[in-house]
């Protein structure tokens, strides 16, 4: 405990940036709150967006290789589709992960017990986690990396499996303290577990998924809902490199006198400021149906009306408006993420979100 609070107690030539940071998304967050007018339709549709764009970016930085709209298509399908690849199997379970965090966060408490539920979950269509997920793990997980001539180097040696159950309880009472009687900022809170989890390392497979399942689950605790309507998740894809060099900086002096967060915290905030500012673009557009044209508003309604994916001639010829003019709109709509398109050239088909 004592050593996790000094990690925090930050020094004064660090301390102005990581305020102003903070102070920058505390901003936001209390304009989001004040500001959001936007139709439930509309954040519905957002959500589940975010859940696919999620899924697909958190299973990717492990080496998954589906697409956002192979995700899409796998999701849509997920109840008929059997999935026979590990890629699908992980998609799959963060995307189910996702939904459940993000529907019932304020029913789901901090302790070891849940964190372990959480992570069955994450594996549940795992094929070959079936033997450890949902526990805490048994054998070493160090963390290596191969070079080009596929030469392996220890990259982090994480907690030995005899000490993960004091790890994380030791973790997991010092983030519930803290929170609870404010002794930090929460964001600062937030950050130091998603390091100390992964140093931790406590399963054999799957933490770098979790460690970002739960830090949302952490965010929308402490009241930062507009999360939910953009992706962390591809925001740390997209800055992969710098995401395990401030992890790497900040586990490197581990447990010494040496030992610094603050790598790893500016960098945690810098994504979070990210998610602020495509947060910004949804105040934006609120209540962009009501800015539509007529035409537009109306193929959006037939989109909505339809009980199956459309293409653009069946839309042309049952709105009564012009091939072309139809084409046009169709990709307003999907920039708008109103509507969005299955397929390539003329196999493609349209519907609503």
Excluded at 131 to 159: C, Q, R
Excluded at 259 to 287: G, M, P, R, S
Excluded at 299 to 327: A, C, D, F, G, M
Aim: charge should be positive.
């Amino acid at each position: 405990m004592e050593r996790l609070s000094k990690l925090l107690s930050l020094k004064s030539k660090d301390l102005s940036i990581i305020q102003n940071k903070l102070s920058i998304i505390d901003n936001f967050n209390g304009f989001w709150k004040g500001s959001l007018n936007i139709s439930p339709q509309i954040l519905g549709r957002l959500k589940k967006t975010v859940i696919i764009t999620s899924s697909g970016a958190s299973t990717r930085i492990e080496g998954s290789l589906l697409s956002d709209s192979e995700v899409e298509k796998l999701l849509n399908n997920i109840n008929i589709k059997k999935l026979r690849d590990r890629s699908s199997q992980e998609v799959a379970g963060y995307a189910e992960l996702t939904k459940l965090i993000f529907d019932e966060f304020k029913n789901i408490n901090l302790t070891q017990n849940n964190i372990k539920h959480l992570h069955s979950i994450l594996l549940k269509y795992s094929n070959k986690d079936e033997f450890h997920k949902g526990k805490y793990k048994t054998l070493s997980n160090a963390v290596i990396a191969k070079d080009m001539e596929g030469k392996a180097s220890l990259v982090f040696n994480p907690t030995p499996p005899y000490l993960v159950e004091k790890e994380m309880e030791d973790l997991l009472s010092f983030t519930n303290e803290s929170l609870r009687f404010k002794k930090f900022h929460p964001l600062l809170i937030i950050s130091l577990f998603a390091c100390e989890f992964l140093s931790i390392h406590p399963f054999q497979d799957g933490n770098g998924r979790l460690s970002r399942s739960l830090t949302n689950l952490f965010l929308l605790k402490n009241g930062f809902d507009y999360i939910k309507y953009v992706s962390l998740e591809k925001i740390i894809e997209d800055n992969k490199k710098d995401y395990y060099l401030s992890l790497r900086a900040s586990q490197k002096d581990r447990k010494t006198k040496a030992e610094n967060l603050n790598i790893w915290i500016n960098f945690f905030l810098d994504c979070l400021i990210k998610q602020t500012d495509l947060a910004k673009n949804i105040l934006e557009k609120k209540d962009i149906e009501n800015e539509l044209s007529e035409n537009q508003l109306q193929i959006l309604n037939y989109l909505k009306n339809s009980k199956k994916t459309l293409t653009t001639q069946e839309i042309s010829i049952n709105t009564n408006i012009n091939r072309e003019t139809v084409k046009k709109i169709l990709q307003r709509l999907k920039f708008l993420n109103l509507a969005k398109m299955q397929g390539l050239g003329r196999a493609s088909r349209w519907k609503s979100f």
